[in-house]
C-alpha cells in the first residue's frame, strides 16, 4: 500500500540534490515542548527567504503512516516555512523502489533504513554523514543510549539515527499453552533447554501443534547463539564464524526436528518470508515463532488468543540495544541541517514520542521513553515495554552494524536451512556451500 500527499508549495528540482549541500537556519520554536533541540549549522548559508519542502520516505502499514505524519504536521505546526512531501509503501518493494532513486539521484531527504543496507548505502554515498552534527551536538544523541546511538555509526562516522528500539523477542501463545497444562518459556533458558521445552509442547498437544518455529535459518537467532558462546556473525567485513560453530547450529536444529519440536519444512518456508500474517504463532501450527519485539502488537491483532512475549533463548547478555530501524538523510539534501532539526525533534520531542508511541519500538531517546511507557494503556504496548526494561538491564555491547553483503548472507542462511530441512543436502555438505557463497558474497562488497 502506497500514499502519497503532495503539498501544496514550490516543488524542488530533485536533480538539483545533486549540487552543493546547503541548508537553512533553524526557524525558532522547532523543538518547543522537547527535552531538547538544536540549530542547522551556522556556517550554512540560507539558500533563499522561501518555503522548504522536504520529501519523506518510509515503509510500514496504516498505523505507521497515521502516526508519523502526526508527527511531521506538528512539526511543520512549529516551524511554518517547513512542509513535507509524504510517500509510504509496505516493507515488499520498498529497497527496489529506493535503489532506483538512488540510481537517478532522487532520494529522499528523509528515508528510512534498517541494518541490513545501512552499511551498503554508506559506501555508495548516498546517506548524509552526520558526525558533524553529532560532534558539536547539533544532532542531539546524548539522551539515546550510547550502545543504540553507537549502532549508526559506520566506521565511526554517525550515518543514521535510531528511529526506535527493538529487541529479538520470542512470541508465545499463552492461551495455547494454559489449555495443554504447560509451562510458558522464559527470558534466560538455554537453547538446550527452550528445545526441550518445545518438544514436551508438540507431544502434549499430540502432535497437532509444535513447540517451536525452527529458527535455522534466521540469523538473528544464529546471531544471539554465536554471541552467548564468545562469537560474532561479522568480524569487520568477514564472517565472525567458523564452520564448525555454523555446522553445529544446524545439527542442533536437526536433533529439535527429529524430536518432533519444530512443524514441517513446508510450513517453516512459509514463515521465512517474515511476514507478520505468516508466522506459525498465529497461524495456530506452532506455540512459539521469533520476532522483534516491536512486531508484538501487530502480531496479537493477527490472533484471538492471548499471546506472551520474552527474549530469545540464551544468555540475554547476546542481545544488545538495536535500532529496529533508522531515520536517515540524504547526502545530496539542499538542506542538511533541517533534516538535522528533523531528526532531533522525531527522536527528543516529548509531543512527538507521544504521537509515535512504540508503534516502531520504544523511543530511542531514555527520557522521552519515559513519558511514552507512562502513558501506554495498550496492553501488548504494555509488554513491549516490560520486555524492553528488563534486557536494558541484561543487554550486552552492541557489535558494528552487518557489513556489506549481510543481506546476500541472510538469503544464503535461509537457503541453507531450507536444504537441510528439505533433504536436498546434508548439513556438512549445506554449511560448506554457505560458508564459500557467504564469504564470497562479503568479498564482493
Known amino acids: 500500500m502506497r500514499a502519497q500527499r503532495p503539498v501544496p508549495r514550490p516543488g524542488l528540482d530533485r536533480r538539483r540534490f545533486l549540487g ?21 549549522a551556522e556556517d550554512e548559508a540560507a539558500a533563499d527567504d522561501g518555503p522548504i519542502e522536504l520529501s519523506v520516505f518510509w515503509w510500514g502499514g496504516n498505523r505507521r503512516a497515521q502516526v508519523t505524519e502526526q508527527a511531521l504536521r506538528l512539526y511543520t505546526q512549529q516551524n511554518p516555512r517547513v512542509s513535507f512531501r509524504i510517500t509510504w509503501q509496505g516493507l515488499a518493494g520498498y529497497y527496489d523502489r529506493l535503489a532506483t ?9 528523509l528515508f528510512q533504513i534498517d541494518d541490513t543496507l545501512l552499511t551498503e548505502y554508506d559506501r555508495r554515498d548516498i ?7 553529532a560532534d558539536d551536538d547539533r544532532l542531539e544523541l546524548r539522551g539515546l543510549p550510547e550502545q543504540l546511538a553507537r549502532y549508526g555509526r559506520v566506521e565511526e562516522r554517525t550515518v543514521a539515527v535510531p528511529a526506535a528500539q527493538t529487541n529479538a523477542a520470542l512470541v508465545f501463545n499463552r492461551d495455547l499453552l494454559r489449555r495443554l497444562g504447560q509451562p510458558e518459556p522464559r527470558t534466560g533458558m538455554s537453547w538446550k533447554e527452550y528445545a526441550r521445552w518445545a518438544a514436551r509442547v508438540t507431544r502434549a498437544s499430540g502432535n497437532r501443534v509444535a513447540g517451536t518455529m525452527d529458527p535455522s535459518g534466521d540469523y538473528r537467532a544464529l546471531w544471539l547463539w554465536l554471541r552467548g558462546q564468545g562469537s560474532e556473525l561479522y568480524q569487520g ?4 564464524f567458523s564452520s564448525a560453530e555454523l555446522l553445529a547450529w544446524f ?10 519440536a519444530t512443524p514441517s519444512a513446508a510450513l517453516v518456508e512459509q514463515a521465512d518470508t517474515g511476514e507478520l500474517a505468516r508466522q506459525l504463532v498465529v497461524t495456530g501450527h506452532t506455540a512459539a515463532s ?7 502488537p501487530e502480531l496479537q491483532r493477527l490472533t484471538e488468543d492471548n499471546l506472551g512475549v520474552v527474549a530469545f533463548p540464551g544468555t540475554p547478555a547476546a542481545q544488545w540495544p538495536r535500532a529496529s530501524m533508522y531515520w536517515a538523510g540524504f547526502r545530496g539534501t539542499r538542506h542538511p541541517g533541517v533534516v538535522v532539526d528533523v531528526l532531533n525533534f522525531l527522536t527528543t520531542n516529548v509531543a512527538a514520542g507521544r504521537i509515535l508511541g512504540v508503534e516502531r519500538g520504544l523511543s530511542p531517546s531514555t527520557q522521552v521513553r519515559t513519558y511514552v511507557v507512562d502513558g501506554v494503556t495498550d496492553r501488548a504496548e504494555k509488554r513491549v515495554a516490560a520486555l524492553g526494561g528488563e534486557l536494558d538491564q541484561l543487554a550486552g555491547p552492541a557489535p558494528a552494524p552487518p557489513p556489506k553483503g549481510h543481506a546476500a548472507v541472510r538469503s544464503l542462511l ?20 554457505f560458508m564459500a557463497r557467504a564469504n564470497a558474497a562479503l568479498a564482493g562488497g
Open 127 to 133: 546517506l548524509l554523514d552526520l558526525t558533524r552534527y
Open 414 to 433: 535461509i537457503d541453507a536451512a531450507e536444504s537441510i530441512r528439505g533433504k536436498r543436502a546434508g548439513a556438512r555438505t549445506a554449511t560448506s556451500r
Open 20 to 40: 552543493a549541500l546547503t541548508g537553512l537556519p533553524l526557524l525558532a520554536g522547532g523543538l518547543s515542548g522537547g527535552l531538547a533541540g538544536c540549530s542547522p
Open 237 to 240: 567485513r568477514q564472517l565472525g
Open 101 to 109: 532513486q538512488a540510481t537517478s539521484g532522487n532520494v529522499p531527504d
Open 251 to 260: 545439527e542442533f536444529w536437526e536433533v529439535a526436528r527429529f524430536d518432533r
Open 290 to 296: 521469533f520476532a522483534w519485539s516491536h512486531q508484538f
